[in-house]
């Protein structure tokens, strides 16, 4: 009988082994229930291959060489992937509607003896789940923002408040950016709808009745945009401003962007991307810097004349008093102290 996913709490608390998706690679990579292995039943180019036999030439003769397709892939995949799977696993596969796909590979382990079940409407029931979760509602509870200038280690706090025990969504992480133009954590970002499915699900596991601590973000971090279930909260939330030396934030920097510290030409990629805010002159003595390896003194410099000033300008928030931490430094056991604090 197919499992129908009623909530995204349903998948916290699922009964079964392994979530399959049996859709094609490039189908996955752009989207997939979190947790789930990719075992295609179709490649990219046999599902091309079979879709346009079914549009072009003869719907039977699509199905037919489909489902030899599907066989022979099951096969690799029973011989490779699935081959140390005991008598009492139990999967849940899904393709793109719970069609055919997902039917004809769960057949083929049922028949092995596998308690194998298909999700009821695929991919695309889960997809609305989403898409209600983070466009048709509101987060209900309190979100905290966590602010401050570049370098004050907002990342590194959300983690320590993590590990006080309190909520946290680590925005950045889910995006694979942190949030500038220095900001890429690889050669490409996640495509929007895995942002959101990871976002989707974390927000699934908060409790609405403790705050959540989110570090404050604009609209996008890099090409993804926050959802309106979240951004909404963020917009009204309390800030938490952090403030540090200039020397503090400088090591920070050095240390987290070792990235860019160690790919002097993806480095120079980004500076040159800051002429037009700083003009030619300014870029050439960054270069500088960088090309004899004073990465500290290029680091405050970026603080002093690029970040800081910006980020003046585009923060508009009446911050308390008592919101406003001025740290003396940004070792792990200060920014401990300060996440007890915060979690209470």
């Known amino acids: 009988m197919p499992f129908k996913l009623s909530a995204l709490t349903d998948l916290i608390t699922l009964p079964f082994d392994d979530i399959i998706d049996v859709r094609s690679p490039a189908e996955f990579a752009e989207d997939h229930v979190p947790g789930a292995i990719n075992l295609p039943a179709l490649s990219n180019a046999e599902r091309a291959r079979v879709g346009t036999i079914y549009v072009q030439e003869e719907r039977f003769l699509a199905r037919k060489i489909g489902a030899a397709l599907v066989a022979r892939n099951a096969a690799d ?3 490779g992937p699935l081959a140390d799977r005991p008598g009492d696993w139990r999967p849940l596969v899904y393709c793109w509607r719970g069609g055919q796909r997902s039917g004809s590979f769960t057949s083929i382990l049922q028949q092995i003896g596998w308690r194998a079940d298909v999700v009821e409407g695929g991919y ?3 997809r609305r789940l989403v898409v209600k979760a983070l466009y048709d509602a509101l ?3 309190e979100v905290v923002l966590i602010d401050g200038g570049t370098g004050t280690a907002k990342t590194r706090l959300l983690a320590q408040i993590a590990a006080a025990g309190g909520q946290v969504l680590d925005l950045e992480a889910m995006a694979e950016h942190r949030g500038s133009l220095f900001g890429p954590m690889g050669e490409v970002q996640p495509h929007q709808k895995t942002f959101e499915s990871r976002l989707a699900m974390a927000m699934a596991r908060l409790d609405p ?8 973000e604009s609209s996008k971090i890099g090409r993804i945009i926050i959802p309106p279930a979240l951004w909404k909260p963020m917009i009204a939330a309390r800030v938490v401003e952090i403030t540090a030396p200039l020397e503090a934030r400088v090591g920070h920097l050095v240390t987290a962007y070792d990235d860019l510290v160690e790919a002097p030409e993806k ?3 980004v500076l040159q991307k800051l002429v037009r805010y700083h003009g030619h002159a300014q870029i050439e003595v960054w270069q500088a810097l960088a090309v004899d390896g004073d990465f500290a003194t ?5 603080i002093k004349v690029h ?3 910006r980020y003046a300008r585009v923060s508009r928030r009446e911050v308390a008093p008592e919101d406003r931490l001025d740290l003396p430094d ?3 056991q200060t920014l401990s102290e300060v996440a007890a604090q915060l979690v209470g």
């Open 307 to 309: 970040y800081d000033p």
């Open 209 to 216: 009745a403790r705050p959540v601590f989110v570090e404050a």
């Open 267 to 269: 480095l120079d990629a």
């Open 330 to 332: 940004l070792s792990d």
């Open 298 to 302: 290029l680091a405050g410099e970026l």
């Open 77 to 79: 995949h029973l011989q």
């Open 139 to 141: 987060w209900p509870g």
């Open 124 to 126: 695309k029931s889960y």
